[in-house]
């Protein structure tokens, strides 16, 4: 009798599973290249053999402070648009869309490691020809921002908006997924109510994240190569350790830390300051996970306050 339960479980669960190599391998359009669902302000430079697109907001001037900016993930350069705007006036703000993510290149044999992301990034910043810069990054952006400060000559501070450096709202079971779980991952992040429904429980103000937002999010599930480069990135995610390189972030380095985040507490921010020395924290309120797109007034107020912190420390 036992033998037979087991038998029909068995069964039911490679049906299941059958059922998921199937939806996961269903044929998936090629996309089309990044450049034909550019908007007209999209920028375009190779780095690192890759095709990375950007945004820049506001005039390279020597009188203004560059800023490079990281988004976390699911998301792309588009998601600092609020905060750049405000910047705007008196910063040269870029923001690009890491490899993998958004409209930039997703090679299906790339390692998607911290380290060799944050590497692409310098790379970037290089072949812009930036000779001064504030690296910025936002949730799984402040990991490669670290490793970016770290690494970079031309670095001169760092900003970090709710960093996953010591903890992280990527779930810890991403990082043992088997056949066909990457690909069914990437299939499921191409269905749009999936990702408004992920990325809209981080928001305190959900209005924030508007439909146009999402639409512009969406685009990369259209763009060449998205399906095999996704799986790549999901086969071989590995959560980050820089929680082991603060000690050797030797540049300014500014926390701006929405206070309503659901998933980190402020107990964390305060946690992170104490782990990087001379650091300095700004906690913002009305503004949660996303601080740089619910309160981008606040934030903006934070790094220009700190214009004096970077210069002090050159």
Do not use: C
């Not at 792309?76 to 905060?83: C, I, K, L, N, Y």
């Not at 790339?110 to 812009?128: C, G, H, P, S, W």
């Amino acid at each position: 009798m036992l033998g037979r339960i087991l038998v029909t479980i068995f069964g039911l669960l490679l049906v299941v599973y059958t059922g998921l190599i199937i939806f996961a391998y269903w044929p998936y359009d090629d996309g089309v290249p990044s450049v034909q669902l550019a908007a007209p302000d999209d920028k375009f430079i190779t780095a690192d053999g890759l095709q990375l697109r950007y945004r820049t907001w506001g005039e390279p001037d020597e009188d203004r402070p560059s800023i490079v900016l990281l988004h976390g993930f699911a998301n792309s350069a588009m998601s600092f648009q609020p905060v750049a705007e405000v910047l705007a006036a008196d910063h040269y703000v870029i923001a690009l869309d890491l490899p993998g993510f958004g409209l930039s290149d997703k090679p299906a044999d790339r390692d998607y490691n911290n380290a060799t992301q944050a590497k692409t990034v310098i790379e970037f910043i290089d072949a812009l020809g930036l000779d001064e810069v504030v690296i910025g990054g936002h949730s799984m952006g402040g990991t490669h921002a670290v490793r970016v400060a770290i690494n970079s000559p031309v670095v001169v501070g760092m900003i970090l908006f709710n960093p996953g450096i010591i903890s992280t709202s990527i779930p810890p079971t991403t990082q043992y997924l088997i056949f066909p779980f990457p690909r069914l991952v990437a299939r499921t992040f191409a269905e749009r109510e999936f990702r408004e429904n992920l990325l809209r429980s981080s928001y305190v103000i959900p209005e924030t994240f508007t439909q146009a937002r999402l639409d512009e999010l969406m685009l990369t599930t259209r763009s060449e190569g998205y399906i095999e480069g996704v799986t790549a990135l999901m086969s071989n995610f590995k959560p980050g350790r820089e929680i082991e390189l603060l000690g050797d972030v030797r540049i300014p380095t500014l926390i701006v830390w929405g206070v309503d985040d659901r998933r980190k507490t402020v107990d964390e921010a305060d946690k992170l300051q104490k782990m990087i020395s001379g650091s300095q924290l700004v906690l913002v309120e009305d503004a949660g996970h996303f601080v740089h797109e619910e309160n981008p007034a606040d934030a903006a107020f934070a790094i220009r306050d700190a214009r004096s912190f970077w210069a002090s420390r050159r």
